[in-house]
């Protein structure tokens, strides 16, 4: 089982655009997304998506 070493939530206002440029940045950063996006209302309605980072596993062929 791959450990998570970075939870992280992101939420895009107004338009989902925004939330694409910011799962688009965390991805470059190694991210992946966890589970599908969702949304919720405070004074505004938000989409989110929670992003995580996993441990990096060792190559099984370097160990040979």
Not at 10 to 27: C, F, P, R, S, Y
Request: hydrophobic share 35%; proline share 6%; aromatic share 10%.
């Amino acid at each position: 089982m791959r450990k998570i070493i970075r939870y992280k939530t992101v939420k895009g206002t107004q338009h989902l655009i925004n939330l694409d440029k910011e799962v688009n940045a965390l991805l470059a950063e190694g991210f992946q997304p966890y589970g599908s996006p969702y949304t919720y209302q405070d004074i505004e309605l938000f989409a989110c998506q929670a992003m995580v980072r996993y441990a990096e596993e060792p190559d099984p062929a370097s160990e040979r």
